[in-house]
């Protein structure tokens, strides 16, 4: 069974080619200073809670501030939706190993603000979905196509997609 991260379901809600590259192991996302931003955004922010938790190997949570929350860091809210479900998606593989009521927090340092983000079943249904849907998008032979998006100039694979 693949193994599904929380990114790759951000990218799913992003932009299908983006997680096809991503998914495939054509990771350009190291050197892209937007990504290099928003890791000194999470490396800045909250120094003091635990970070970075791996869970059974596949979602990466950003830090438990308290029992039964997690987060979230991000630098703006530009790609809200995506972020919106990743968390639930974590919510939802939390569930699934009998971790219930847990809520999900996405903290903007940036913006001195922050979301409170649920999981009910209409979500789980759909993030069911989702997961199917990202198997199949990841197993095909070529990235699905795409059209050029606001997000585009700021995506690590623009020289791949566009030039
Ligand atoms: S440049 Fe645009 S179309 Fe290409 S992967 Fe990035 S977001 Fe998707």
Known sequence: MMKITGVMVEYYFICKKKLWYFANQIQMENEHENVLIGRMVDETSYIQEKKNILIDGTINIDFIRKHKQIHEVKKSKSIEEATI????????????????????????????????VELDENDEEKIEEVIRDIENIVAMPSPPAANKMKICSKCAYYELCFI
């Open 85 to 116: 479900w990743q968390v639930k998606y974590y919510l939802y593989y939390l569930k699934k190993l009998g971790m219930e009521d847990i809520k999900g927090v996405i903290d903007y340092p940036l913006l001195r603000r922050n979301l409170i």
